[in-house]
């Protein structure tokens, strides 16, 4: 069975820092394309930043390029989103999403219709 279990989220001024966690098993970790999406109230998921199976490629959305670093470690069969300078459009439930059949990991592929196993949600809430 595939478990996806996100952590890290929290309360953080604006300008502040958090890193997130995600940890999936069930399935070979660095066969998974691994991503994080964020979905605001009232606002659709939005595919924030996805990385291959290596970890040698990353990819973000404009909105939080420069920011926000994603990394992967397939040891420990974890994936990581640093996110720096916060702001409070940021504001949102962070979703770790992965798949095992995802064959191009970019902007492109960007979407929840993209990704099958998906984490229950950690809340990040930057204050102004």
């Known amino acids: 069975q595939v478990q996806v279990v996100e952590s890290g989220g929290g309360l953080v001024q604006a300008g502040g820092s958090l890193r997130l966690s995600c940890i999936a098993s069930g399935l070979t970790f660095d066969a998974l394309a691994m991503a994080w999406f964020r979905q605001a109230p009232g606002k659709e998921r939005e595919g924030v930043s996805c990385?291959?199976?290596?970890?040698?490629?990353?990819y973000y959305v404009d909105s939080v390029k420069g920011r926000f670093t994603i990394s992967r470690d397939n040891a420990k069969n974890t994936l990581f989103l640093e996110m720096n300078s916060l702001k409070p459009e940021d504001t949102a439930m962070y979703y770790c999403?992965?798949?095992?059949?995802?064959?191009?990991?970019?902007?492109?592929?960007?979407?929840?219709?993209?990704?099958?196993?998906w984490g229950q949600g950690t809340q990040v809430t930057v204050s102004s």
């Open positions: 999403a992965a798949d095992d059949r995802l064959r191009s990991v970019g902007l492109g592929t960007l979407s929840p219709d993209n990704y099958n196993y």
């Open positions: 990385i291959s199976w290596s970890g040698g490629s990353k």
